[in-house]
């Protein structure tokens, strides 16, 4: 099995910037992709942002040229950098992995609110 655990969300004025940082422990090994989902209120959960162990990425269109996923494999570590901050990206925010044991499997962390208001 593989744990996520987040940190970093908080309260940030419009325009300003945050870093979410999720820490993977367990068999990190198995991991393919790791990335960030966010659920606002009344609505969907939905895919930030995704990077594959290759490097390959995927954005919400919104968030595109704003936010940056990356990852450090040293630390079995990914991070959200997330620039230009809009009231309209007030959600909680999940980091994701997805890892393969006999079966493709998915991982979520428990979350972490991230607050875009003046």
């Known amino acids: 099995q593989v744990q996520l655990v987040e940190s970093g969300g908080g309260l940030v004025q419009p325009g300003g910037s945050l870093r979410l940082s999720c820490a993977a422990s367990g068999s990190v090994f198995s991991i393919k992709a790791m990335g960030w989902f966010r659920q606002a209120p009344g609505k969907e959960r939905e895919l930030v942002a995704v990077?594959?162990?290759?490097?390959?990425?995927n954005y919400e269109d919104s968030v595109k040229g704003r936010f940056i996923v990356s990852r450090d494999n040293a630390k079995n570590t990914v991070y959200l950098q997330m620039n230009s901050l809009k009231p309209e990206d007030t959600a909680v925010y999940y980091c994701y992995g997805s890892y393969y044991i006999r079966r493709p499997l998915d991982a979520w962390g428990q979350g972490t609110l991230v607050t875009v208001s003046s």
């Open positions: 990077m594959t162990n290759d490097g390959n990425t």
